[in-house]
């Protein structure tokens, strides 16, 4: 429906290649981050509650975004992330709702041209200033103001819960979720397998995992430079070869990097909802849901590559049998995206070695 209140306004977007790019503006303010661009043409409202994304600013490639509503029980979080929406079109519906979170969105620019740019000169800083009398000088100014996804050293603190919070399932495993920035999908895959899992976090000590004597120690997504988590790096040092240790995205960077590997940055990183994996010991393809912006470049001496990304050899999957260690680079969670690689969590159950874990059919659960 459309509402009379939402005045069509000016856009400017000054990137870090020095572009001034003209928009229509749909919801107005100023605000600056890392400029990505996601490839999925559906999952909209996951993709903008994905905690991950904070601090970016979210350029949808697919042209119209918005055509199916917007749905609360869709959100993977509380709050929509990135710092700013881009699309060539935002429905009302989306608008509306972006207004209400206060999140910046532009469109009516040429989307294809910007997805072009990131592929060509990588994830880019830009500053952006919507509203009635904003100048490109606006947008600089905020450009100016932007730092690198690196420099922010707490990003964790942004996104994390900052008490403990359990969510029971009917079963025997306990897990101690770390949530540097949690997708509420990877708490729902774990319980609806029966697991109880306990949130914690992202800078939980050794303390707080003992006293909830998990089966399993989980790492989560979340944003920014895998290298700023101590806390969270400290934990899988402390705990590694003693409890078993699962990680997703985020997770599995900095799970590699306290077990002696090394991650990098990457020119624009993968998010999308088809991108290829290879499981090396079957070379079955599945296709997955990916958000990332950092990679592992090396997995260390104790962890082995088990999955790599079909189109550019990046590691997709680690483990360690002597340590139980199995982590996934992309969301086998979906929401968005395929339920391909669902059984992941049943096989980080079945790692827990508890009882009543038997692998689960991966269909699609009915909504
Ligand atoms: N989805 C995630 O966990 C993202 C991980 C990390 N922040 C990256 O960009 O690589």
């Keep these: 429906m459309f509402r009379s209140f939402l005045v069509m306004s000016d856009a400017y ?4 290649d020095g572009r001034v790019v003209e928009a229509r503006g749909r919801v107005p303010g100023r605000t600056r981050g890392e400029l990505v661009f996601t490839t ?46 881009v699309a060539r079109e935002f429905t009302e519906e989306v608008v509306e709702w972006l207004a209400d979170e206060g999140v910046p969105a532009v469109d009516h620019l040429d989307t294809r041209d910007l997805v072009t740019s ?3 000169e990588g994830a880019m800083k830009v500053g952006i200033a919507v509203g009635e009398d904003v100048t490109p000088e606006d947008a600089k100014e905020e450009l100016a103001q932007c730092k690198g996804m690196s420099d922010h050293v707490d990003i964790g603190a942004q996104v994390t819960t900052t008490e403990l919070t359990t969510f029971e399932g009917d079963g025997d495993t306990t897990v101690a979720l770390v949530d540097c920035g949690a997708k509420g999908s990877i708490v729902d895959s774990l319980v ?15 303390e707080d995992v003992t006293a909830l004597d998990p089966d399993v120690l989980f790492i989560s997504n979340g944003p920014g430079d895998p290298e700023n988590y101590t806390a969270t790096r400290e934990l899988v040092e402390e705990f590694a070869g003693e409890v078993p240790l699962a990680g997703i995205c985020l997770g599995q960077q900095i799970v590699a990097s306290a077990l002696g590997g090394t991650t990098e940055k990457m020119a624009f990183g993968h998010r999308g909802v088809n991108q290829p994996v290879r499981d090396l010991q ?40 002597e340590l139980s260690v199995i982590t996934r680079q992309y969301h086998p969670e979906a929401h968005p995206g395929p339920h391909d690689s669902l059984g992941f969590f049943d096989d980080v159950l079945a790692m827990a070695g508890t009882e009543g874990n038997e692998r689960k059919p991966q269909v699609a659960p009915s909504d």
Excluded: C, W
């Design 40 to 85: 999925a043409y559906t999952g909209y409202e996951e993709s903008l509650t994905d905690p991950s994304y904070e601090e970016q600013v979210l350029t949808f490639s697919y042209p119209l975004i918005g055509n199916y509503g917007v749905r609360a029980e869709r959100f993977e979080s509380d709050r929509v992330h990135p710092r700013a929406a």
């Design 192 to 206: 609806e397998r029966g697991a109880t899992v306990h949130v914690l976090p992202y800078d939980a000590d050794a």
């Design 282 to 321: 079957t070379g079955k393809v599945v296709m997955t849901t990916q958000n990332h912006g950092y990679t592992v470049a090396d997995p260390g001496d104790q962890l082995d590559v088990t999955q790599v990304n079909v189109n550019d050899d990046t590691a997709e999957g680690l483990a360690s049998e």
């Design 118 to 120: 990131i592929r060509e």
């Design 13 to 16: 977007l000054a990137l870090e």
